[in-house]
């Protein structure tokens, strides 16, 4: 089953544009981990944020970390036609006794040029 | 500098056979992971290896499911008698993990199944 549920499920912006994926999970974490993948690839990762950390930047990405309100943003800046991929948040969480990294339903990004 | 290699990319089945994957890790990684994702889905975890000790499977996995990794090297992932409801892509990964925790994770390119 599915732990983190992204926001939007789809989002279709101009090239240039800075856009935005929200994901929210349900238990306690370790870490928090976006990746990126394109039409019939397998996943590239991002960025990780660790559960004491609030913010962390990588280039124009941007992730912050409310371990409070148990959620995530992603944020890519001035955002490029190779930007267009789905993002999925994963967590790192212990569920049925084993440490396992679980991932959202994903967002999938369209920058139009 | 190698990554994550599955094979075969694509796989077409009858209903029925049986169906094996291969997927070579990073050399220095310790940790192996089986997803299995279908069209605009995350990706389900199925099971994952800490060397060759099988640590976790899922319950998605029935028992015409099985996964090695002998010598903790390479993995295999056998779909006995595949039914439609398995056609999806099954992705690989793998990571240098010294904690319980799981940090970033290496992914292959994946095998696509389709079982007609």
Redesign the interface.
């Known amino acids: 089953s599915q732990q983190g549920e992204e926001d939007p499920q789809a989002l279709s912006i101009q090239e240039g544009e800075n856009a935005t994926m929200n994901c929210s999970y349900k238990t306690s974490i370790n870490n928090l981990q976006w990746y990126r993948q394109n039409s019939g690839r397998g996943l590239v990762h991002l960025i990780l944020i660790r559960s004491n950390e609030r913010e962390k930047h990588s280039g124009r990405l941007r992730v912050t970390l409310d371990t409070s309100k148990k959620s995530s943003s992603l944020l890519i800046t001035a955002s490029r036609a190779a930007d267009t991929a789905s993002y999925f948040c994963a967590t790192d969480e212990y569920r049925s006794g084993a440490q396992k990294l679980v991932f959202g339903q994903g967002t999938r990004l369209t920058i139009n040029p | 500098d190698t990554g ?1 290699s599955q094979d075969p990319r694509h796989k077409i089945t009858k209903r029925g056979q049986n169906v094996t994957f291969r997927c070579d890790p990073i050399s220095e990684h310790n940790r192996l ?1 089986w ?1 299995r994702q279908t069209l ?6 199925l099971t ?1 290896f800490q060397n060759e000790a099988q ?2 499977k899922s ?1 998605l996995l029935s028992d015409r499911f099985s996964a090695e990794r002998p010598k903790g090297s390479f993995s295999t992932l056998e779909i006995q008698r595949t039914e439609q409801g398995d056609s999806a892509m099954y ?1 690989c ?1 793998s990571s240098l993990a010294k904690t ?11 095998t ?1 199944l389709s079982v007609l």
Do not use: C, D, I, M
């Open positions: 994550v992971y997803y605009g889905q995350g990706p389900e975890f994952y640590l976790e319950r992705l990964a319980a925790t799981n940090e970033k994770l290496f992914f292959g390119s994946g696509q």
